[in-house]
């Protein structure tokens, strides 16, 4: 699982997707965009939806990547935010027996102390971890064992990728091309329906 905000999703999401894949031995990596985001306000949010849909047609044409709806539809429902222990524990459900991995950034994997139940996050999923934010994996993996030993972490090793959500957001906004930094169908989307023009 890969979860995030996909305001809009980016070669460096699928990339990620793909390497961990790859390097992890994964049989598939499933996009979660955000319903109702806990902990901070998504920048030029073009709505749950939207962000559904874009993240729809980031995964369009690739067989090893799908997109999870739970928090989306949990949105629909007007719950609480959208807290990945939740999450994980309707996936665990409804997918017994399929060992969970959670993909996220370095940066993430050093404040996941101040997520919803992290303890429980971590009984309910292993870990991989890729470069983000300026921090190593080492500094991501001691993050994570402080607060489980038993967790596994795994590394993500993977390009460097200059490219992010605002970035893509700023030059849409300044009538610069994204062409490349998004698939096509995520340009097309963002194009047809003006998204943050």
């Not at 994997?109 to 994996?137: C, F, N």
Request: proline share 7%; with cysteine.
């Amino acid at each position: 699982m890969l979860g995030g905000a996909f305001n809009p999703p980016h070669i460096g999401h699928l990339i990620l997707a793909r390497e961990a894949i790859a390097r992890l031995g994964l049989e598939r990596v499933s996009l979660v965009p955000t319903g109702i985001a806990p902990h901070k306000t998504i920048a030029a949010d073009p709505g749950a939806e939207v962000r559904l849909e874009l993240a729809r047609r980031a995964a369009e044409g690739d067989e090893l990547i799908d997109v999870e709806p739970y928090e989306i539809e949990q949105a629909r429902r007007g719950s609480e935010p959208s807290f990945m222990v939740r999450t994980l524990e309707a996936l665990a459900e409804r997918l017994p027996g399929d060992g969970l991995v959670l993909l996220m950034g370095c940066d993430a994997a050093v404040g996941l102390g101040a997520w919803r139940e992290p303890g429980r996050v971590l009984e309910l999923a292993s870990i991989g971890v890729a470069p983000r934010g300026g921090l190593g994996i080492e500094e991501a993996t001691e993050s994570v064992r402080a607060l489980s030993q038993d967790v596994a972490v795994e590394a993500v090793d993977m390009p460097a990728i200059a490219i992010s959500s605002s970035l893509v957001r700023e030059r849409v906004r300044a009538g610069l091309p994204i062409r490349y930094m998004v698939p096509a169908g995520v340009e097309q989307l963002v194009a047809d329906a003006g998204l943050y023009a």
